[in-house]
């Protein structure tokens, strides 16, 4: 019993050690300041924090990386849902959308934001940071209802 014991503890550190070889690129794309949301005369400071605060390790180009994300297995979660979160909704290409677009992602973002599934429970887990509160839920969804009404009116 012993023997089976020491080669399944043997076996799981080889394992253990072998995954750390498979390692996902955690990349951070070149920012073009003419295609980030920031670009905006529009976008203001308070939301551009809470933005920074709560979304933009996943939803654009200036991901920060936390220590963790270096080790497998969290390595290929992380980078996957920064893969994912940057194909829904990229702040950094926010120039790069089409009006429709753009329309739509604001629309997802007022949704997500106003029921509190964004940020996601699993990324407060370890973010508790980027918890929004009502009070700047509804800052945020502000700003993404004018931003909305304006991209309507301008495209008349």
């Known amino acids: 019993m012993r023997n089976v014991f020491k ?17 996902p690129a955690r990349t951070n794309p070149p920012i073009d300041p003419v295609r980030d949301i920031a670009r905006q005369s529009s976008f203001p400071p308070n939301v551009h924090a809470l933005l920074e ?14 220590w963790y ?3 497998a297995p969290a390595s290929w979660m992380v980078v996957d849902d920064v893969t994912k979160g940057r194909k829904h909704l990229n702040f950094s290409e926010w120039e790069g959308y089409t009006v429709g677009r753009r329309l739509s992602k604001l629309e997802t973002l007022i949704g997500e934001v106003d029921k509190g599934t964004m940020p996601p429970r699993t990324y407060l887990l370890l973010h508790g940071d980027a918890a929004l509160s009502p009070a700047e839920r509804a800052i945020v969804v502000g700003w993404a209802e004018g931003l909305s009404d304006s991209l309507v009116a301008a495209n008349k």
């Open 69 to 71: 994300s270096a080790l």
């Open 53 to 66: 605060r709560a979304c933009f390790d996943c939803h654009s180009n200036h991901t920060r990386w936390p």
């Open 7 to 23: 080669y399944s503890a043997i076996g799981v550190v080889v394992v253990a050690i072998g995954m750390q070889f498979v390692r």
